[in-house]
């Protein structure tokens, strides 16, 4: 087998590539799954901003409970399934935080209304009502009104997914699927079959 065929990376950046241009909303839709304190799965779905040989980039308010879940166990596992190509790719890795200078770029490349709602969201908090957040917001328009100079919360930014495992599944008729799985050992790509 080639080393091409060896790496994921090229494959997933096939499948996503794919994805991009058959999906109708959203090819970058991940499901996320963390494990809370309490040892309880959580699974919610994120979007993904940035992937190469590293891993896998999203956003976040580090405060939210999936951000609290990494803080307490950095492992954490990826899906995305794309219905169109009737395709999915699972991702398991250890996550971490991005520099300070990479997450100021990507928040400074967002809409301001997404740069305010990032300060004016406590996010996975209880909200007593829409009204409560949307004084927030005006709160924090009023505070930062020049939309080029909005700073970055400090509890928000980016984390990293460092792919261990990843796991390519495609749908076969009579559901006899075809899986195909990456395993880093030893610095270096494995790959085997698994039974459907």
Not at 59 to 84: Q, R
Not at 140 to 148: A, G, L, S
Not at 151 to 157: F, K, L, T
Request: aromatic share 12%.
């Amino acid at each position: 087998m080639s080393e091409e065929n060896l790496n994921p990376i090229i494959q997933f950046k096939e499948w996503f590539n794919l994805a991009s241009s058959k999906e109708i909303n959203d090819p970058n839709a991940m499901c996320l799954s963390t494990v809370s304190p309490d040892h309880k799965p959580h699974s919610r779905m994120v979007l993904l901003k940035d992937f190469g040989e590293d891993g896998f980039v999203f956003y976040t308010n580090y405060e939210s409970n999936k951000g609290k879940d990494i803080i307490l166990n950095s492992n954490v596992c990826l899906n995305f399934h794309w219905k169109s190509l009737l395709r999915q790719v699972r991702i398991e890795g250890v996550v971490e935080k991005l520099s300070d200078e990479t997450s100021n770029n990507y928040y400074n490349s967002r809409h301001y209304l997404s740069r305010i709602g990032a300060w004016a969201s406590d996010q996975s908090r209880v909200l007593e009502n829409r009204e409560e957040l949307e004084k927030k917001i005006e709160f924090f328009k009023n505070k930062y009104p020049d939309e080029k100079s909005v700073p970055r919360p400090v509890y928000w930014g980016g984390f990293l997914v460092r792919h261990k495992r990843i796991e390519f599944w495609q749908d076969m008729p009579h559901r006899i699927h075809q899986r195909e799985v990456f395993e880093i050992k030893d610095n270096s790509w494995n790959s085997f079959k698994l039974s459907p």
